[in-house]
């Protein structure tokens, strides 16, 4: 359903409306004043049946938003703001006419059989001297903008924006009446102000069925509502080893259940198994699958897609690659990408010698020994093509994890990188630590000493203590606390790191604190 041109009842009513008020303004006799009660009959007719269509259009997208949320929903709730501006101007406008028929025919006043229709107090003390013509003037600028953003169509859009147009008349403004108001309620009769309103109650439910209905043409439910139909072909990829299946779907963007698209390649019908097409490639190079579908409309005529598609055809090939680095540490859990262009992981195995390989998902983690430090490991990976498997080797170099940086550490852990330390600080700290900066590898310290030269030029060593993680012995703090005061330099080296590999390196680090 939607809004539509005007109706021929509709069309004459404005007539009707047009002709009376051109014989008001000529103060043709009160019977001119019987006339306004048919116009006004047939508006609130004609306003009824619009109100009718607007609750079945509420209803038919009220439907669509249940049978799809998605799409319909955000439509329904514009609608129900529509809806709500409209009421809200509309019951303001009803009230109006209330309050003009009661300042005519007293309390007991019936709008549907009013008695002063001639009065031409009631319409210009309710609608001038309490403002409310002016409120109702502004109100109607900007329900008239937001109804120009709802209504797509530039005609219907017109229409709506003409119908509530709020600018006085030239002929009316060189009578001296300058605003909206005015033209339409100073010394009006009261069955004509009421004609009045009542077409524009008449314009606010044509607006709000226009704006409805354009939501409803924009979501697009139809059963099979489209405006284009593509063809396309899908591959399962667009990279094939040599002596592989190219696999392609071939489909139509849109699909009439009821109707089976014929598909032609080089200009020979294919035949598909549920749309799934494939041949072998025995060829390497870049290829180009294209053709076209057929497809018979309701009318018998056939309509022709075109489609393309390009693709390669490459020989086995792997590509294993290190996440973190181009080579592999010896004893880590190096992270490592294993792929074949165009085939899924599931169908890819790979093993290493001299090491061990995990895999953990799509992931995986190569471990080399200790023993292949300083020469190379071979990562194989094994494609999975039909019942054989080709194997694709990728070599490597193991090295030893990159020596650590040294810090000293507190009893809670904290580091400690300054340059100077109350002596009290230092005899409280636990030891040292290491650690690499752009490489997340374990490390401890398993010894350390203490170098102190003496008066006479003696080179003094002491050691660490707890060889599974060095910390500050006994017997380093008991000659710190005895031997250093304020700005004597402490030094610490010869520092015994043990890597993933398990084997101890030796790390050059010198750390040097001065006492405070």
Do not use: H
């Amino acid at each position: 359903m939607s809004g539509g041109k005007q109706t021929p009842r509709q069309k004459m009513i404005n007539l009707m409306y047009l002709v009376l008020m051109a014989m008001l303004a000529l103060n043709v006799s009160t019977d001119v004043l019987n006339g306004f009660v048919v116009v006004e009959d047939s508006i609130k007719a004609t306003t009824q049946i619009k109100i009718d269509q607007n609750k079945s259009l509420m209803d038919e997208l009220n439907f669509y938003a249940k049978q799809n949320p998605t799409k319909a929903g955000p439509a329904l709730v514009e609608a129900l703001n529509i809806k709500k501006s409209t009421d809200s101007i509309y019951d303001y406008v009803q009230d109006l006419k209330i309050k003009i028929a009661k300042f005519a025919d007293g309390d007991d006043a019936n709008l549907d059989s009013i008695k002063s229709m001639d009065n031409l107090d009631a319409a210009s003390n309710v609608m001038l001297n309490s403002g409310a013509g002016k409120k109702l003037r502004l109100w109607i600028v900007q329900y008239r903008a937001m109804m120009e953003k709802k209504i797509p169509d530039s005609t219907k859009r017109s229409i709506v924006v003409k119908s509530l147009v709020t600018e006085a008349t030239k002929k009316a403004k060189a009578t001296g009446r300058n605003t909206w108001e005015t033209q339409n309620f100073e010394s009006m009769p009261a069955i004509a102000a009421l004609t009045i309103l009542s077409k524009l109650q008449n314009d606010l439910k044509n607006a709000e069925s226009e704006a409805i209905s354009a939501l409803i043409k924009s979501i697009d439910v139809g059963d099979f509502r489209v405006n284009s139909i593509s063809a396309y072909a899908i591959p399962a990829s667009t990279n094939v080893l040599v002596g592989d299946k190219y696999s392609a779907r071939l489909i139509l963007s849109a699909v009439d259940s009821t109707k089976q698209p014929r598909f032609f390649i080089g200009g020979q019908p294919v035949n598909t198994r549920n749309g799934l097409y494939e041949f072998v490639c025995n060829s390497v190079g870049d290829k180009t699958l294209s053709g076209y579908a057929e497809l018979t409309r309701g009318d018998g005529s056939i309509s022709t897609f075109k489609f393309e598609n390009k693709y390669s055809v490459v020989p086995p090939s792997a590509t294993v690659s290190a996440t973190k680095m181009n080579i592999l540490y010896a004893g880590w859990t190096n992270p490592v990408s294993i792929s074949v262009p165009g085939v899924p992981s599931s169908a890819l195995t790979a093993s290493m010698s001299n090491g061990q390989l995990i895999r953990k998902g799509d992931e995986w983690v190569a471990i080399p020994s200790a023993s292949a430090i300083n020469s190379e490991v071979v990562i194989t990976v094994n494609v999975k093509t039909g019942s054989s498997s080709k194997p694709i080797p990728a070599r490597f170099r193991v090295r030893e994890t990159p020596k650590p940086s040294i810090f000293l550490v507190a009893k809670n852990g904290s580091k400690f990188m300054g340059e100077s330390i109350r002596k009290k600080d230092l005899l409280m700290m636990d030891g040292f630590n290491a650690e690499l900066a752009d490489l997340d590898i374990p490390y401890k310290v398993v010894s350390f000493e203490l170098l102190y030269v003496t008066a006479g030029g003696e080179i003094r060593r002491l050691k660490s203590s707890d060889k599974n993680r060095a910390s500050i012995s006994e017997e380093q703090k008991n000659f710190i606390n005895s031997i250093y005061t304020a700005g004597y330099p402490v030094t610490f080296k010869n520092f015994i790191v043990v890597g993933p590999s398990g084997r101890p390196q030796e790390v050059k680090d010198v750390v040097t604190v001065v006492v405070k």
